[in-house]
């Protein structure tokens, strides 16, 4: 949606993505929320950043999301990027600072279609307490991400 509608502020070729323009893309969402009805769900790294009610953080040990990325073709940059975020919490320490209301669900084990039914029901529910920030934890697989790392 951020590329479709111009929301972005330009290609990163270092880390083949797009880097979205945060306040074009509130303003476009503000514009969109008057114009329709009924909730939206809004997918990203970023989305927790425009202002929701709710986030929902997708999160996966470490050790299992760096295959998931490089099976999507992504640079090995990109994977280390990412497994650090991970491992560090970073998405969901922005949406706790930025949405009222988080929920975090660990699809280590999941398959798309079970992570797809409990997302659901979260969307159609409060947060139940196993599903509230703080359950899940990487910050042990550190070392085991240190070694992955390129130095530098």
């Known amino acids: 949606m951020a590329v479709q509608r111009g929301w972005v502020r330009g290609w990163d070729p270092v880390r083949r993505t797009y880097e979205v323009d945060l306040p074009r893309a509130r303003q476009g969402l503000r514009r969109w929320r008057r114009s329709h009805t009924g909730p939206g769900v809004w ?7 425009l202002g929701s009610r709710r986030a929902i953080v997708l999160r996966c040990d470490p050790r299992v999301l760096g295959g998931r990325l490089e099976a999507r073709g992504y640079p090995g940059s990109k994977v280390v990027e990412n497994l650090w975020a991970e491992t560090l919490d970073a998405v969901l320490v922005d949406a706790v600072a930025s949405c009222p209301e988080v929920a975090e669900v660990d699809t280590t084990r999941l398959t798309p279609g079970e992570g797809a039914r409990v997302v659901a ?3 159609r529910g409060p947060v139940p307490p ?3 920030p703080g359950r899940v934890r990487w910050g042990h697989r550190i070392p085991w991400l240190e070694a992955q790392s390129p130095p530098g």
């Open 43 to 49: 997918v990203g790294h970023w989305s927790h950043l």
């Open 121 to 123: 029901r979260l969307l």
């Open 130 to 132: 196993r599903r509230r």
